[in-house]
């Protein structure tokens, strides 16, 4: 699905944030990224989305480089991939069914369409009972398990998490994986960032570890090993 290719990210200020990176992603798979703060896991994310260019090195998507896919089939293919933020970018003057259905406003579906499909995410992600919440009167679990429901509303094949439970307690973070867990099962692929050891471990999938830019790690056992 996603293969980096001997990948170097340098920047203007000659800072490495990647290094001669190869790695490959499956179609289904759960993979966690880790490494300590400055170790490149979000420029690993911001050349997936396109959102960076590689110095060096070539990023493909199935058999795309969509470092080489013009304006228009870049927002295409970013269609494709859902993401959610640490800090969860909700709007707060929408309530939790018009902010999913803001999202799927944007790829054009129908009324009946929205109407249909916001409340089933809404309880997939255990959130039906709060449809017409808005953003301050949900708790930092809720407010994020919103957030994977507006990341997933238009069936994306990919779901990019950064930093998913960085600003959650420990059974918040728990319920926001579980949510992860129930999604990958259902098919789609899941590349979550994060330096929480107890998150890593309780997912059990292939661990990515990132030191200084360098892959020095990529385990099965689904451990966190920094």
Known sequence: ??????????????????DS??????????????????AGKTTLTKLILAEESPSDGTVFFESTNIHKLSSRELTKFRRRIGIVFQ??????????YENIAFAMEAIG???EEIATDVPHVLDLVDLGHRINHFPHQLSGGEKQRLAIARAIITQPELIIADEPTGNLDPLNANEV????KKINKLGTTVILTTHNRNVVDSI????????KG????DDKDGKYMI
Request: no cysteine; net charge positive.
């Open 177 to 180: 994986v579980e949510i992860l």
């Open 204 to 211: 059990g999938g292939r661990v990515i570890t990132l030191e």
């Open 109 to 111: 579906a129908t009324d």
């Open 214 to 217: 360098r892959l020095i790690r």
């Open 1 to 18: 699905m996603i293969y980096f290719n001997n990948v170097t990210k340098k920047y203007k200020d000659e800072t490495l944030s990647l």
């Open 87 to 96: 800090d969860f970018r909700l709007l707060s003057n929408k309530n939790a």
């Open 21 to 38: 990176v190869t790695l490959t992603v499956a179609p289904g798979e759960f993979i966690s990224v880790v490494g300590h703060s400055g």
